[in-house]
């Protein structure tokens, strides 16, 4: 039996940095969020400039949006920062999400 139901279960990196920001304390999830955002809009920003920018964040990702905003039952969602950046981040690329939670996890570990 797979356990491993969400698109990022399979990134170890990301489940240790979803384990660290869930330790956070409002604040610290509050100026996390902000930056997160603006990490995001500088990543969109350089895909613009890309010649062939990825058309679809493929239907997983989707669903997972879609289910996000309707169940709402995850830890973050109960944060509002965090919910809205996590989610902005989710419309990433999957290598450019994954090495954002790369960097949480490396950086909030010390």
Known sequence: MNLKRR????HNETLKAFEILQ?????QKRRLSADLIEIVKQIKDLHKEEEEPQLSIGIERVMGLFQQSVNERRWYDKND????ALKTMSTLPNEDFFNIME????????
């Open 7 to 10: 698109w990022y279960d399979e």
């Open 23 to 27: 330790k956070l304390d409002t604040e």
């Open 81 to 84: 920062d965090l919910k809205y």
């Open 103 to 110: 960097g949480l996890a490396v950086s909030l570990n010390d």
